[in-house]
């Protein structure tokens, strides 16, 4: 049915990405493919800016989110480039396409003290152990729970990334992680002191204790029963660890207060967009409008002429 459009060949280019968007990107992609055959058109190189336009009012009519529009030609886009790269098509007409901005939309950031008394108490559990622990895979999975909670927290990853971060990936000597991000970016993030202990104590005394004959020896985090960490059991290590106030976070709040806090401390923001590997510094920019926010409240509580 898609054989004159090269779907698997472009599919298969996307391993890079995680399983969440590349399951996206495909669905998107086959979506516009079978709107452009409905339409009449037989193969790929019938494609043209003039197409993807129609096919940006189609989505807008059907009532689609500016967010969801902004996805499926991320998508498109993505799919017209890899073509116009194998000559298929004679421009990357793509690059045209404009879409709505999607809304930006932050979860709450914990501020600096509350995400220290958080990863704190998860610090203070893993200090109450003793070598005569009576279950060692409780006391291996604080160790590990420790240790995500300070690299989202203390080096800003992608829960995906986390999740993914490989042993040899690590220079606790010389405090670098080594994180391959989105689009297969290689990038090096620096970490604390508190996180190499954390990543230390949990390698030498927490991951032997979950390791079995069919763990994958490469990744640093593994699961209760020796397999991978997924996005989901960290997403439930965070929320096992709440605020002082009660409040459960998603690991991507860390992340975001990872930054926030970095800009709020002065940081450079082109630095922080190197260490958060976006691509774009708009993205980064976001953060900028949350610490002003903050500085405002500030001022409107403390400033007497405010």
Not at 30 to 40: C, I, K, S
Not at 65 to 89: D, P, W
Not at 121 to 146: G, H, M, Q, Y
Not at 257 to 274: I, N, S
């Amino acid at each position: 049915m898609y054989m004159n459009w090269e779907l698997d060949q472009y599919f298969a280019t996307l391993n890079a990405y995680s399983a969440h968007t590349r399951r996206a990107y495909e669905h998107d992609t086959t979506e516009f493919v079978e709107w452009m055959q409905r339409g009449g058109c037989k193969t790929a190189r019938e494609l043209d800016h003039r197409a993807l336009r129609r096919y940006l009012a189609y989505l807008t009519t059907r009532g689609f989110s500016r967010r969801s529009i902004s996805r499926k030609s991320a998508a498109v886009r993505g799919f017209v480039r890899y073509l116009y790269r194998l000559g298929i098509i004679d421009s990357d007409s793509g690059r045209a396409l404009r879409t709505p901005k999607g809304e930006a939309r932050l979860p709450r950031v914990p501020r600096a003290q509350e995400a220290g008394a958080m990863i704190d108490e998860a610090s203070a559990r893993v200090e109450s152990l003793t070598p005569d622990n009576p279950n060692p895979i409780a006391a291996a999975l604080a160790r590990r729970d420790l240790a995500i909670l300070e690299i989202l927290y203390g080096a800003g990853l992608r829960v995906g990334e986390c999740c993914g971060l490989r042993i040899d990936d690590t220079d606790l000597a010389r405090q670098l992680l080594t994180v391959l991000g989105k689009g297969a970016k290689i990038r090096r993030v620096p970490i604390g002191e508190p996180a190499v202990n954390a990543l230390s104590d949990w390698l030498d005394n927490g991951r032997p204790v979950l390791a079995t004959a069919s763990s994958p020896p490469e990744l640093v985090f593994l699961a209760h029963r020796g397999g991978a960490v997924s996005p989901r059991e960290a997403y439930r290590v965070v929320r096992a660890h709440p605020l002082p106030d009660g409040q459960t976070l998603h690991p991507h709040a860390l992340r975001h207060a990872y930054a926030t806090h970095l800009l709020e401390g002065g940081a450079d923001l082109r630095v922080v967009q190197e260490l958060l590997g976006h691509a774009d510094l708009a993205t980064t920019q976001i953060y900028t409008h949350l610490t002003r926010d903050r500085l405002q409240a500030v001022y409107n509580a403390t400033h007497p002429r405010a």
